[in-house]
């Protein structure tokens, strides 16, 4: 069974900063990433990352996020930057298999106090 491990959540207040991880129990990913979900909203792409090293970000959140890690070793990191109260929901850790379904992490809480 595949799992990834999220840490690095918290209440921040806003302009401040946090730093998200993930760890994968596989060594099969070709793209790792970042999806968040607020209250009431539908999940949302944060940023992903290739096994090449190829990046994407949601075009709103360009310049305040930065994602970097090495798929092939499993780890992904986000790091959040002048974070804001809209910033605030729950990060999910993403996996992409080249056969099958993605892989999801259990969620990490991210608030954002004004």
């Known amino acids: 069974q595949v799992q990834l491990v999220e840490s690095g959540g918290g209440l921040v207040q806003a302009g401040g900063s946090l730093r998200l991880s993930c760890t994968g129990s596989?060594?099969?990913?070709?793209?790792m990433g970042w999806y968040r979900q607020a209250p009431g909203k539908q999940r949302e792409m944060v940023a992903t990352?290739?096994?090449?090293?190829?990046?994407k970000y949601a075009d709103s959140l360009k310049g305040r996020f930065t994602i970097s890690g090495d798929v092939a070793k499993n780890t992904v990191t986000l790091q959040m930057n002048n974070l804001k109260p809209e910033d605030t929901s729950v990060y999910y850790c993403?996996?992409?298999?080249?056969?099958?379904?993605?892989?999801w992490g259990q969620g990490t809480q991210v608030t954002v106090s004004s």
């Open positions: 993403q996996a992409k298999v080249l056969v099958g379904s993605d892989y």
């Open positions: 596989a060594s099969l990913f070709i793209a």
């Open positions: 990352i290739t096994r090449s090293g190829v990046t």
